[in-house]
Antibody, heavy 122, light 107 residues
Framework: QVHLVQSGAEVKKPGSSVKVSCKASGDTFRSYAVSWVRQAPGQGLEWMGEVLPLYGTSNYAQKFQGRVTMTADRSTTTAYMELSSLTSDDTAMYYC???????????????WGQGTLVTVSS | DIQMTQSPTTLSASVGDRVTITCRASRYISNYLNWYQQKVGQAPKLLIQAASTLQSGVPSRFSGSGSGTDFTLTISNLQPEDFATYYCQQSYITSWTFGHGSKVELK
């Protein structure tokens, strides 16, 4: 059974960067993607992008293009999400989730990591 | 991006009720629609994928239907553990997008 464990909470200054990790146990990353979804306090879910460890490629939501980098290390089954030029609007819970990528069927997210709270404050 | 519109935003119900949440896509998405449940302080959990396929371990009181642009999530015989927020999500065209959520609260 796959289990995703994320790194701990972060407090960052405006203008800085944050890097969140997501380690998968019980999975080789071989046939899945890892998506990152964030949730601002009291708000809904926002997809940020995905990394495909098998191919070493990433796709990002347009909103985050140029500011986010998603990578994965297959040897340690760990995915990373780095977000730069942080502002207070980036204060949110950040989740990683395993994303199914089977051909011809909808992609879905399961399971999810426990979340990493990123607080941006001066 | 495809916009996902959920209704209602908040739904007040009692244990034992049958509740229905709707999700409408701004364009055709076939059955590329998933439903998630999120309880307070927890990560979302996948309930239904491909509009109507119940994820393993999810109680059968949950069901999903729809295709094209209009979808529904139904919870029959609402249980205390079902009070939560529910999100739909399309995976037809990237960027994947979520609805804004429907909160099921105790009446």
């Amino acid at each position: 059974q796959v289990h995703l464990v994320q790194s701990g909470a972060e407090v960052k200054k405006p203008g800085s960067s944050v890097k969140v990790s997501c380690k998968a146990s019980g999975d080789t990353f071989r046939s899945y993607a890892v998506s990152w979804v964030r949730q601002a306090p009291g708000q809904g879910l926002e997809w940020m992008g995905e990394v495909l460890p098998l191919y070493g490629t990433s796709n990002y939501a347009q909103k985050f293009q140029g500011r986010v980098t998603m990578t994965a290390d297959r040897s340690t089954t760990t995915a990373y999400m780095e977000l730069s030029s942080l502002t207070s609007d980036d204060t949110a819970m950040y989740y990683c989730a395993r994303e199914s990528i089977a051909s011809g069927v909808p992609n879905w997210f399961d399971p999810w990591g426990q979340g990493t709270l990123v607080t941006v404050s001066s | 991006d495809i916009q996902m519109t959920q209704s209602p935003t908040t739904l007040s119900a009692s244990v034992g009720d049958r509740v229905t949440i709707t999700c409408r896509a701004s364009r055709y998405i076939s059955n590329y629609l998933n439903w998630y449940q999120q309880k307070v302080g927890q990560a979302p959990k996948l309930l239904i994928q491909a509009a109507s396929t119940l994820q393993s371990g999810v109680p059968s009181r949950f069901s999903g239907s729809g295709s094209g642009t209009d979808f529904t999530l139904t919870i029959s015989n609402l249980q205390p553990e079902d009070f939560a927020t529910y999100y739909c999500q399309q995976s037809y065209i990237t960027s994947w997008t979520f609805g804004h959520g429907s909160k099921v609260e105790l009446k």
